[in-house]
């Protein structure tokens, strides 16, 4: 596992069947985007493909071929990720209205 802030990066064997491609924003894959700050957790490598499910679009995955990517952030060090299958995970928080996903 991997963490970077509030998002969690989790190895996994293989993508599920539901997911759907997602585009690159301004050439870069956005795993989460800061509320708060306007920063946002990225991965600017080619060798990266990112899927979302479609009936849960905070349900994020990644698939890193050939070599290791780099997930970046303005406020937090960076992580590498070795090639192979991962699921993205938002930290969420209760309040006592709902849980909400942390704002970053």
């Known amino acids: 596992m991997f ?3 509030d998002v969690l990066i989790e190895r996994i064997e293989h993508l599920p069947k539901t997911v ?7 050439g870069r894959f956005v795993l989460a985007h800061g509320e708060m700050t306007g920063h946002a957790h990225m991965i ?3 060798n990266v493909r990112m899927f ?3 009936s849960d679009h905070h349900r994020m995955f990644l698939e890193v071929f ?6 970046v952030h303005e406020e937090h060090a960076e ?3 070795p090639p192979g299958t991962y699921r ?3 930290q969420r928080e209760y309040t006592p209205k709902q849980i909400e ?3 970053d």
């Open 52 to 54: 979302r499910d479609p």
């Open 79 to 81: 992580v590498v990720l």
């Open 3 to 5: 963490r970077q802030g």
């Open 66 to 71: 050939d070599s290791p990517c780099r997930v």
């Open 44 to 46: 600017l490598e080619s």
């Open 88 to 90: 993205v995970i938002r």
């Open 20 to 26: 759907e491609p997602v585009a690159r924003e301004g």
């Open 101 to 103: 996903y942390v704002r």
